[in-house]
């Protein structure tokens, strides 16, 4: 007698063996194999040639930037797609982000290349911290509403609480070809979520350990973060939060 242990077990290696071919990737033998009668193998192809050319529309919507940097895009999307089966319950971002690990590992990329898949890999990094924690991103962006009035107040109200923005994803640049050209290189980039946009800063090293600093010990007031901190004095931290307030990095209650 067989269990249901069992039949879960054999549908999974069904699965895992037509998967493959009902998205393209392989020949359809094994599946024509199992056909119930009277099915069409012919309707089983454009059924699996359907699934190929949706996932392709998918990633090039997704990698439409990085598709700017590459002039044989399309070719290197088609052979990811391919070659690479999509992962169980894969979403479109996911997809991106094993395409640009595969990009990097199929050839060498120039430096200006390189940039381009950093920057894409940094705002699929800020989505995916959004959908992780979904509700401390909605919290942060209602807080951001009045971040500008609040930072005002820092002289008189050091007892407010700063909160970093917890969609945000550092990056580093090597060339300057997605920078101000008198950018000091390399570069880094932190990418965040602001409203419906990402948006990106380029910070000196102080600026860095400064929100690596917060990131550490936030939320906390910004007394507590004053006395603490390393890298300024009470004055400068004011004058930071509030350029941070104004580009959607801190908020304040």
């Known amino acids: 007698m067989i269990d249901q242990g069992q039949r879960d077990r054999a549908y999974r290696d069904e699965l895992r063996r037509w998967v493959p071919a009902l998205v393209g990737v ?8 199992a056909l119930d009668p009277g099915s069409s193998p012919a309707g089983l192809k454009l059924f699996a040639e359907g699934n190929l050319g949706k996932r392709r529309e998918k990633l090039h919507a997704q990698l439409e930037f990085v598709a700017e940097a590459f002039d044989d895009f399309e070719d290197l999307a088609s052979a990811y797609i391919r070659s690479v089966p999509p992962a169980a319950y894969d979403t479109t971002a996911s997809d991106g982000e094993r395409f640009l690990s595969w990009l990097e590992r199929a050839g060498a990329l120039t430096p200006r290349q390189r940039d381009y898949v950093a920057c894409q890999r940094a705002r699929l990094g800020v989505e995916a911290a959004a959908r992780a924690d979904r509700r401390g991103h909605l919290g942060f962006q209602e807080l951001w509403n009045s971040a500008l009035q609040r930072a005002a107040t820092l002289d008189m ?32 980039v932190l990418f965040f979520a602001a409203g419906e946009a990402i948006r990106t800063a380029v910070l000196e090293p102080n600026g860095r350990a400064l929100i690596e600093e917060l990131a550490s010990c936030g939320p906390c007031t910004f007394d507590e ?26 908020a304040f209650d």
């Open 26 to 33: 392989q020949a359809m033998n094994g599946v024509c194999e």
């Open 225 to 250: 973060w004053a006395a603490l901190s390393r890298h300024a004095d009470r004055r400068e931290l004011v004058e930071f939060c509030r350029d941070l307030a104004e580009m959607g990095l801190v």
């Open 157 to 188: 109200a050091p007892g407010l609480r700063v909160y970093l923005n917890p969609s945000r994803a550092w990056s580093q640049f090597i060339t300057a070809a997605l920078l101000d050209d008198d950018a000091t290189l390399p570069a880094d």
